[in-house]
């Protein structure tokens, strides 16, 4: 069992940034594979980034890679990740997921979801 937490948004200008977290329990984040998703109103679920710490492998959907960077803690047993340069675009839920399977990058493959975290971005 493992349960994830996100906090961390809010509203921001654009070409601002944030950065969001990820708390897990249960078991160390280090055991699976963490992802980052979003979802705005009337659109599906969409890839945001990665992370697989024992292999040592990130991956970000290509439209946001350089602006965005997903890192951990073990320690702290938390995944975040950094948003910058942020767009109107990027307005959504955010969501942290963690997946059994790895590295993948569609939703259907993450077994355990946190309840989302709201990003708003004004211009």
């Known amino acids: 069992q493992v349960q994830l937490v996100e906090s961390g948004g809010g509203l921001v200008q654009a070409g601002g940034s944030l950065r969001l977290a990820c708390t897990v329990s249960g078991r160390s984040f280090s055991e699976y594979t963490m992802g980052w998703f979003r979802q705005a109103p009337g659109k599906e679920r969409e890839f945001v980034a990665t992370?697989?710490?024992?292999?040592?492998?990130?991956y970000y959907a290509d439209s946001l890679k350089g602006r965005f960077t997903i890192s951990g803690d073990v320690a702290k047993n938390t995944v975040y990740l950094q948003m910058n340069s942020l767009e109107s675009e990027d307005t959504a839920v955010y969501y942290c997921a963690a997946s059994r399977l790895g590295p993948v990058r569609h939703a259907n493959n993450y077994h355990y979801w946190g309840q989302g975290t709201q990003v708003t971005v004004s211009s």
């Open positions: 992370i697989s710490w024992s292999r040592g492998s990130t």
